[in-house]
Each structure stands twice: as structure tokens, then as C-alpha cells.
């Protein structure tokens, strides 16, 4: 009984090497037992002794049958999972983690140049960095520090609703940028286009080079296949629009005139007024919406 109970041990400790070694060599791991859901389907029992199961969507954790019982054990650290292992960006991970286009990552917030950033590792085939969002009327009041462009650092560390932005932008030596908009966790509409390197300068940056559709639930006629930008149009009166909202307004259907149509925000910087969803979903107007911009 003590020999089979050693032989069993090595078994396990021998799997975990196994695994560890797959595991991109990005560090030297140990191996921790932790809570962990989604245990394998298959069936855990006496023919499956001490065999194990492991899933590239959470590379992090090895499944070891062991009394009839999937136990998850947790493999750290992995790349961007502590600050010493930062990443060079969210792809960075993407390419070390992922074993196809199909088992990615999981979304969330890791390690990247030092920072605690979120990672969108779903969207377009994941790898995307968040480097701005803004909540509008939901983030008051608003001040210039708030345009993506800005030198002022707030971490993007959740795309809940609320504000960041990470200076800088070009560090991540991106290829692409990408748009998208949230209501309540969901995204509405998400454009990618040629990484614009405006966006560390001017609100230009803002505007995609060579856009593409990502998806888009907007369902105004004339809304779809039209890329979120801020507004390029002055006020014809400081009443109507402030032209200092340039950089932080965006605007979905009608990017050169949101004095007519707006999904954020117009009027006076110093007292904006609400128009979210006025052009992209009618029936949401008033609503909290996120406009985000990330970087891959």
C-alpha cells in the first residue's frame, strides 16, 4: 500500500514537470493547489487515476484526478500574472499563452511594462491593449486630463464604467487600434484600423486609418459600417459645442456633425451635456455607455 501511495506521488510530480515544460519555458514554476472552477468532463475515476487534464484557455491551471476527484492546481507565475514578469503588451501575452487563434487567454487585468493593464484577449482574435476609456456623464466633471492624448497617467485596469488613460500610447509598438463600446459589460460596436500615431499628439489620433468593421449592433439606419470619431465640425456658437470636447467626444453615425447627432456628449466643456446613444440605439439614450480605445 505505501509503495503503490509513492509511486502514485511521482506519477503526479511527474505529470506537473510535463506540463510545466509545455508551458512556453516562460519561467521556472511551482506548483500550488488552489480554488478553481470548470473542472474536465471527463469522467474521474479509478481508470483515471492520477491522470491529468489541461486546459490552454486558462494555461495557469492543471487538472490531477485523484480519488475519484478533479483537484486544480495552479502552475505560477506566467507571463504577466506578477510584476516581475511583465509583459511587453497585451499580445505579448497573447503569443506566449495561446496555443491557436481558437484557445486563448482569459480577458482581465495582468501585468504589462510594469503597469496593471486589461487585456481584451477575445475581441478580433484577442491581444489588445487598453489604453483609454471614458464613461462620460457617468465621470464628472470633465477636465483635459481625460483626452486620450493626454501626458496624464490614471491605470486601465477594468473597462467598467469610468475613466483611464495610459500616456504614451506608441511604447506598446503597435501595428493596430481599435474602438469599441460598452453598455452594462456588453459591446455594441468594436472598429479596428492602422495604429494612428496622432493619437500621443492631437484628437486626430482618435480617428482610424483604414477602418474596418468588427461588429456593430447599432441599429440606426446609417450607423452601421460607419467608424466611431470625435467631431471635426466647430461650434458655430460656444452654446451649441465646445471644441475643446475634441479628443474626448465621440460620435457614431455622423462623425462630422455631433452638434446635430451625438452618442456621447456636447455643449460646454465645463457643463457637457447628456446625447449618449442618441444615433447608435435609440431606445438606450440616456444610458451608460463606455467608449474605449485599445491598442494591439
Known amino acids: ?5 509513492i509511486l502514485s506521488f511521482f506519477l503526479i510530480l511527474s505529470l506537473l514537470v510535463v ?5 512556453r519555458n516562460v519561467t521556472k514554476e511551482s506548483v500550488v493547489k488552489r480554488q478553481a472552477t470548470g473542472p474536465p468532463t471527463t469522467t ?3 481508470s483515471s487515476e ?3 487534464e489541461f486546459n490552454p484557455v486558462t494555461p495557469d491551471i492543471i487538472w490531477i484526478c485523484k480519488s475519484g476527484e478533479w483537484i486544480p492546481y495552479y502552475i505560477e507565475p506566467s507571463l504577466g500574472k506578477i510584476r516581475s514578469l511583465s509583459a511587453d503588451s497585451c499580445k505579448h501575452i497573447r503569443e506566449v499563452l495561446a496555443t491557436d487563434c481558437t484557445n486563448l487567454p482569459n480577458s482581465g487585468v495582468y501585468w504589462v511594462q510594469d503597469m496593471q493593464i486589461y487585456c481584451d484577449m477575445r475581441t478580433d482574435g484577442g491581444g489588445w491593449t487598453l489604453v483609454w476609456q471614458h464613461s462620460y456623464m457617468e465621470t464628472s466633471p470633465l477636465s483635459t486630463n481625460m483626452y486620450y492624448f493626454s501626458d496624464y497617467y490614471k491605470a486601465c485596469a477594468t473597462y ?6 495610459i500616456p504614451n500610447k506608441k511604447r506598446f509598438n503597435s501595428t493596430e487600434q481599435m474602438i469599441v463600446a460598452y453598455h452594462e459589460g456588453s459591446i455594441y460596436y468594436a472598429y479596428k484600423g492602422v495604429f494612428n500615431y496622432n493619437i500621443d499628439h492631437d484628437w486626430t489620433g482618435g480617428v482610424l486609418v483604414d477602418f474596418k468593421k468588427i ?4 441599429p440606426n439606419d446609417g450607423s452601421q459600417n460607419v467608424q466611431p470619431a470625435p467631431s471635426a465640425q466647430a461650434a458655430p456658437t460656444a452654446q451649441q459645442n465646445d471644441p475643446a470636447l475634441l479628443g474626448l467626444a465621440f460620435d457614431k453615425s455622423s462623425p462630422n456633425n455631433h452638434i446635430v447627432n451625438c452618442d456621447t456628449i456636447y455643449g460646454n466643456f465645463n457643463s457637457p451635456i447628456d446625447c449618449r446613444w442618441y444615433d447608435c440605439y435609440t431606445a438606450k439614450r440616456g444610458t451608460q455607455q463606455t467608449v474605449a480605445i485599445y491598442v494591439r
Open 50 to 52: 492520477a491522470s491529468s
Open 19 to 23: 506540463t510545466s515544460s509545455s508551458h
Open 44 to 46: 474521474c475515476d479509478g
Open 160 to 165: 467598467a464604467s469610468g475613466w483611464c488613460n
Open 215 to 218: 461588429f456593430d449592433h447599432c
Open 1 to 5: 500500500m505505501k509503495l503503490s501511495w
